[in-house]
């Protein structure tokens, strides 16, 4: 078959697809092993104003079909990102992915099942459905027996559906009860949502685009160990109630994004069911804990959850985006968009909706990302992916312990899960330049192109910040870091 058209020929034609195809698989595949080996920088760093004007041009306007320019350009590309796979790379909690499952976004781009509607992607739609059984499975396959959910875009997405279900869900069940998703809040309506100190930013910007305002999340103070407090968590509801407010959530998490932390699951979900609390578990970071039979114990109380997000593209090593939204209800999970069909107000069966996941999701059209996730699983099964956290945790461990046996570091706790933050003790600096200083060693390192580490701010105190998700990141690695972290901590007093 051939397009009268030549340019509309090249564009789609099987042959160049398989040359440029191949080729581009041998560039990856050196891209990934010199990742691998740390041979390269992990961060070239420029500065984002000359490498935004590294990449101005004018609009193309003729057909080249010039593969060589192109590969030149890519080779660029490659070189100027963060060297993700890079024994180095330590600073976001971003997964360097199985190469399986880049083979299958590929899979996913070319076949392009749009999944609003089942029939946009019938094996894609049943794939997701898998996996989220498997997911909700690894929850509990007993109280869990009648979840379900639905694969979006992220886990700041996943949060706000959950947390539009939550608030759904509660209304539903409560004497001022009115069709919020119809008219919308009220003056007489006070919301709030019960969220650690440390919850991600999704759970308040959720609250601000569902009109509650920022204010109506209610931050709940943590331990040392920055895990929720239980006893602070009662009287901010206690203070709620007094209030006339409605808790519409009480949002835990399984992982924090600052220090990786896991909340009292099993406290807090016993107390929320015992006052009927929606409980919400933002384990986007640490749902995956699950996956590992060493470690999943320390989410003890997740299955009380009514429901849990779950990132695919952190600990489960996907690239992103892929995140679940999980409901112990299933049915509950067609409450956050689909009001008007909801059996909530209506008392109708949603059999005829089930298979259309954009009736669940914000997403109308969105990418087949079960593929991947669904792949690994196949290939490598529970065991093999929970080598990659037990992997993680265990390095996170001998860190920390690294860290506290030098005296000119401080460790800011016993990591949980694979985020461990200290700092450099720098003698006879004032606690504001101390902060400081920690942010210098940082841009120094970063600079440097040695590690990429980020920094967190936690009551006053600045730390510097790693997530050990990569494999390849050895016991030597981790020694080379605390040297660099040394060395720009003198460097940058030197200037
Ligand atoms: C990463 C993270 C999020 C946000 O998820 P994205 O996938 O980046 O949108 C939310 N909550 C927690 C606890 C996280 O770690």
Wanted: charged share 15%.
């Amino acid at each position: 078959m051939k397009h009268p058209n030549l340019t509309i020929q090249a564009m789609f034609d099987p042959a160049q697809f398989a040359t440029l195809g191949h080729a581009l698989i041998e560039t990856l595949v050196q891209h990934l092993e010199a990742n691998l080996s740390g041979a390269s920088k992990v961060l070239d760093w420029q500065d984002p104003a000359s490498e935004d004007l590294h990449w101005q041009a004018p609009l193309p306007h003729r057909p080249t079909l010039d593969q060589n320019a192109l590969f030149t350009k890519l080779e660029s590309i490659l070189k100027h990102n963060l060297a993700i796979h890079h024994p180095h790379n330590m600073g976001h909690q971003v997964s360097s992915p199985l190469p399986l499952a880049a083979l299958c976004d590929m899979v996913a781009a070319l076949t392009n099942q749009a999944m609003a509607v089942y029939e946009a992607g019938p094996s894609a739609t049943m794939l997701e459905r898998q996996v989220i059984r498997w997911l909700c499975a690894l929850i509990n396959e007993h109280t869990w027996g009648n979840a379900g959910g639905v694969l979006t875009s992220g886990g700041a997405q996943a949060n706000l559906t959950a947390l539009l279900v939550a608030r759904q869900v509660t209304l539903s069940r409560h004497p001022k009860s009115h069709n919020i998703w119809k008219e919308g809040m009220t003056d007489a309506l006070k919301l709030c949502i019960l969220a650690s100190e440390h919850a991600h930013y999704s759970i308040s910007r959720a609250a601000g685009i569902m009109g509650m305002g920022t204010d109506s999340v209610i931050k709940v103070a943590t331990n040392k160990q920055g895990q929720l407090d239980v006893n602070a968590l009662i009287k901010a509801h206690q203070a709620c109630v007094k209030n006339g407010a409605i808790v519409m959530a009480v949002v835990a998490n399984a992982g924090c994004t600052p220090s990786g932390s896991i909340d009292p699951l099993l406290s807090i979900g016993e107390y929320a069911q015992a006052h009927g609390l929606w409980f919400h578990v933002d384990g986007a970071h640490g749902a995956s804990t699950l996956l590992s039979s060493l470690h999943r114990d320390r989410l003890k109380g997740i299955s009380l959850a009514d429901s849990v997000v779950w990132d695919g593209h952190k600990l489960m090593y996907m690239p992103a985006a892929i995140s679940a939204v999980l409901f112990k209800e299933e049915q509950h999970s067609f409450a956050a968009f689909n009001q008007e069909a909801s059996y909530l107000f209506q008392g109708e069966s949603h059999q005829d909706e089930t298979f259309n996941t954009s009736y669940r999701t914000l997403e109308c059209t969105k990418r087949m990302m079960a593929l991947k996730l669904w792949a690994a699983f196949s290939m490598y099964g529970i065991d093999g992916m929970g080598s990659l956290v037990d992997e993680a945790y265990v390095k996170a461990q001998l860190f920390a312990e690294k860290i506290k046996a030098l005296p000119q570091f401080e460790l800011l706790m016993w990591p949980e899960t694979n985020i461990v933050c200290f700092r450099y003790l720098e003698v006879g600096l004032i606690p504001d330049l101390l902060n400081q200083h920690q942010s210098k060693i940082r841009q120094h390192i970063i600079q440097s192109g040695e590690f990429h580490l980020t920094q967190v701010d936690l009551h006053g105190l600045t730390w510097l910040r790693t997530t050990l998700m990569n494999p390849f990141t050895t016991a030597q690695d981790l020694d080379d870091l605390l040297k660099a972290v040394n060395d720009a901590s003198q460097a940058s007093l030197a200037n």
